[in-house]
């Protein structure tokens, strides 16, 4: 990972904490497919999770707004388990050790895959510039909304938004 990049994501992910009432809609086209392996090693690749909503999450452990979302995407996660729903959790650019270390101390358990990008491919390739940043995938693949910073995900109005593309 280049340091120019680390440090702008440093600077931008201390400004987008606010916690914003909705999604933003977005007509979009598919992303870039990708395999990242989970905390034990286990392969997840993007399009494997078609015909499921999917949430995918950039995120950092040295990110305040990331900290403070972290617990209403896991209670996102219970509210929509026994739906096509996936939660996938991308770490950017740090090793499983620190990522283990931030779970442990914030005392989150998560129930949801937390994917390892350790050199930053996907973030490039899908243009993250900070983080948190959060994208919902329709069941057909499509980019449908996008959030940059934090987000109390758990809402009733980000939990109608989301199930509302599980009928579609």
């Excluded at 201390?14 to 870039?32: F, N, Q």
Aim: aromatic share 10%.
């Amino acid at each position: 990972m280049k340091p120019i990049l680390l440090t702008m994501w440093f600077a931008l992910s201390a400004v987008s904490g606010a916690w914003a009432a909705d999604l933003k809609p977005y007509t979009g086209e598919p992303l870039p497919d990708f395999i990242l392996r989970d905390l034990q090693g286990q392969k997840h690749q993007l399009s494997n999770f078609k015909g499921k909503v999917v949430m995918v999450n950039f995120w950092a452990t040295y990110c305040t707004p990331c900290v403070k979302e972290m617990p209403s995407i896991q209670r996102l996660n219970s509210r929509l388990k026994d739906t096509q729903f996936q939660i996938l959790a991308i770490d950017v650019a740090e090793d499983r050790a620190a990522i283990e270390a931030f779970l442990k101390r914030f005392k989150i358990a998560i129930t949801f895959p937390i994917l390892i990008d350790t050199e930053g491919n996907v973030v490039e390739a899908w243009g993250v510039g900070t983080v948190p940043t959060t994208f919902i995938i329709d069941p057909q693949g499509t980019l449908r909304y996008v959030h940059y910073g934090a987000l109390e995900w758990d809402s009733n109005q980000v939990v109608k938004t989301i199930t509302s593309l599980l009928h579609k």
